[in-house]
Structure formats: structure tokens, C-alpha cells
């Protein structure tokens, strides 16, 4: 049988942060790779209890079909959550609970794109955010990401420039890969230019409670009068990313069309796991468990660039995320990209490659994303010590 795979899918290739992880299931490979909480962020003994009391009080409500909006009590309590901590949500927005906040991603660009529409995205952004845009058949155009969060005058020119612009694709705080912050101004400018060209904006805001130093800035999503930003939240990060609960607050007519979306895709978010998240909302203690985290993730940040200045100092450069779980590397001008992260899985370290992050993928990139999160801190020690031993080798 010859198989004939459709046109949206047949240029994606696979993920290679996935294929890079392929080599770390080798227990001699240091992943530094990944982007999974640490081990022990996970609030297992709450987990385990409401779990327990779920399908002893009310198991044919968590294992029965749901709604496709979400699970109603969830629904109101993480609205009171958003407005509460990111003062955002207003009655002309609607909330949704998702599957992961990637479905987002795919809602949105399901219920706004048609092919050749394109998306303006960070340069570099997440990989599954962007093959997601792929999939349907969008133009992407890549914006530079700098210091301070997006270049918003290279966004204005390619307002200017750009055909059938249907959102702007951001991740402010703490971005996937590059670790930058957008700054308050450049949040301000991003919205006014969206706001004047008549584009909607994507903000994904999965890390912004691992914030681990400075001031936390307002989303771009709180300054939105004019029904123009879809907001994405996840507890991937703060509570399990295996739960697959995430949420979107959206302007209610693309809401209802995001609703209709998912119908076709999933029909609803597993009710269990809903139940499971909204019982630890108002149960737990979410405000010390997000300041344990935040004390984790401080930790192993200092520690890793700590690292990093002392084996690799002089030969990467790189800015120090203020939160979130990554460190974005360059490497000299005349270093192969590909071969240095070869070179490093054969001296039994793995990072992943920064292509994988561009909106073209064929681009030279003499950049790497490092994992602080997912790895011990011997792990850290023991791979950024192996990335120096990789570095010999280029000097």
C-alpha cells in the first residue's frame, strides 16, 4: 500500500526537541533537553486524596460526558482565578477549559485561518505552537525576539508588509525558547499596533507564575478594550502537565466559534481531571505552593548559569531569564549549530538545537535551548560540565 498523506501534513516534520529526547532515554545521556517540571513541584499527596474522594463521593459525574465549555465549577473558579491575579475578564469575554494549551493554538487558528492566511510569530517561538500554525497551511512571519521581548518596530514593518494577517503569536513573559521578557512598553506598543492594523493577538502565558525575580508586568490581555487579545493559561506548569487542563479567555463571538472547534476535535476536557483541578483550586494552598515553586525553579536557575559561567564563559552568551524553565544560548558565529549539539550528545549531554524554534527551520540558527527544570541538580552540574568538554573541542 502506497500511502498518500494530505498536503498540510506531509512538509511537517517531526518535533526535534521529541527526537532529541529520543536519545535521553539512554540513562547515560544528561537531559538538558526537556521542559518537564521537576519531580518534585508535583503536589502528589493532593493529587492522590482528591482522587480518592472524587470517585468515592461522585464518580459517575467524573466519568460521565461533560459540556464542551468545561466543567461548570472550574469554569467560574478560574475565572475568579485570572481576575484575581492577572486582572483580566471581562463580560464580553468568555472562558473555555481546554485540553493543554496547545489546543488553543489549534482553536484559534482553526476558527480565524484559511490557507495562505498567515500568523506573525516571535523569532524564535515554540516549536508546537508553530507547527500547529503549519498544519493549516498558514504563512508564518517571524519577528525578532530581543532582550526585552519582541522587536515591535520589525513587528510594525511587517504589519505594513504582510497580506491576510489574522493574529500576532507572543509568549511575554519568560518565552519559549529565548527566556526574554517582553517589556511593559513593548506590551503597550504590541497591542496599539494590533489594535491599529486590525490583528488579533495570541498571548500564551504558560510561565508566567514561575516568575523568580523582578517585577511582575501586567498581561497584554489586561489592556484589552476593544476585544482584540485571546488569552491562553494552562496548569501544565504550576500543578501537571499530564492533566491536560488548560484555558482560554476569548471575546465571546470567537469563543463560541473556539466551542464549536472543539466539538469537532475532542468534545470536552476529561471531566475527572477538571474535577481534580478545580477541588485543588479551592482547597490547597495555591499561593505557597506557586512560592515553593518559584523557589525550586530560582535554585536551579542560579545554579545552571551559574554553570554555564563557569565551563562555557567566554564561548556562549546569553541573557538571565528572570523565570520560567529555560536558558537560550549562543554559540560563536563560526561554531556549527548541529555538529556542537552532536558533539554533545556523544559526550553524553542533550540540548535542543535552536532551528527547531525558527519560523523557517532551514535558517542557520548558532543558538541551543537549556533545561533547568526537568533535570537534578547534579544532572545540571554533570551536563553543563559535559557542554564545556563540547566546547573544547570548537576552540
Known sequence: MEYVFSNKIRSLAPSAIREILKATADPSIIPLAAG??????????????????????????ALQYGVTEGYTP???KVREWVKARENIG???DTLLIVS????????????????GDTVICEDPSFIGSLNCFRSYGCKLCGVPVEADGMDVNALEEALKKEKNVKFIYTIPNFQNPSGATMSLAKRQRLYALAK????????????????VEGEKLPCIKSMDTDGIVVYAGSFSKILSPGLRVAYTLAPAPVAAKMTVGKQASDVHTPVLNQMIVDTWLRRCDTDAHIEKLRAIYRKKRDLMCGEIDK?????VTYVRP???????????????????VQ?????????????AFLTDDKMVSHEIRLNFSTPTDEKIVEGVRALGETAKSFQ
Not at 324 to 340: A, H, K, N, R, T
Request: aromatic fraction near 6%; charge should be negative; proline fraction near 7%.
Open 196 to 211: 491599529e492594523y486590525g490583528v488579533m493577538i495570541l498571548e500564551d502565558n504558560p510561565y508566567g507564575e514561575l516568575i
Open 90 to 92: 471581562t463580560e464580553k
Open 36 to 61: 518537564n517540571p521537576a519531580p518534585e513541584a508535583f503536589p502528589v499527596d493532593a493529587v492522590r486524596e482528591i482522587t480518592k474522594e472524587i470517585l468515592d463521593t461522585r464518580p459517575i459525574e
Open 343 to 355: 558533539k554533545g550528545v556523544e559526550h553524553g549531554v542533550a540540548v535542543v538545537p535552536g532551528n
Open 74 to 76: 472550574l469554569r467560574e
Open 100 to 115: 493543554g494549551a496547545t489546543q488553543v493554538m489549534d482553536l484559534m487558528t482553526k476558527v480565524l485561518c484559511n490557507e
Open 311 to 315: 565551563h562555557l564563559g567566554g564561548f
Open 322 to 340: 528572570a523565570g520560567g524553565l529555560f536558558v537560550w544560548c549562543s554559540l560563536p558565529e563560526d561554531v556549527d549549530m548541529l555538529d556542537f
